[in-house]
């Protein structure tokens, strides 16, 4: 599903315009962004949790050549399944 597909199907459930939709996507997203910037994780019971996590410096490889090159350390984020989601996806 991408971005304008889960904007239309937003926008159908709830009963709202396109553009409310995008609006609160858009929310959404910003609000998560920002919470894990600042090293908050993000939990929607039932659903799962955004989580932001510490990466290592390290060792990668180029796959075309082979070389080694440093990899910096790094923040990412990570998306825990919660129980609810997970029981959905498993019958």
């Known amino acids: 599903m991408t971005k304008t597909e ?15 939709a995008k609006l609160a996507l858009e929310a959404f997203t910003d609000g998560v962004t920002d919470s894990l910037r600042q090293g908050h994780d993000v939990r929607l019971t039932g659903f799962g949790a955004f989580v932001a996590v510490d990466r ?11 070389e080694a090159i ?4 790094s923040r990412t984020a990570k998306f825990r399944v919660g129980e609810g989601l997970k029981s959905v996806l498993n019958g």
């Open 56 to 66: 290592k410096a390290g060792v990668a490889r180029n796959p075309r050549t082979g």
């Open 70 to 73: 440093a990899r910096p350390a």
């Open 6 to 20: 889960l904007i239309a199907a937003m926008a159908a459930a709830a009963d709202i315009s396109r553009d409310q």
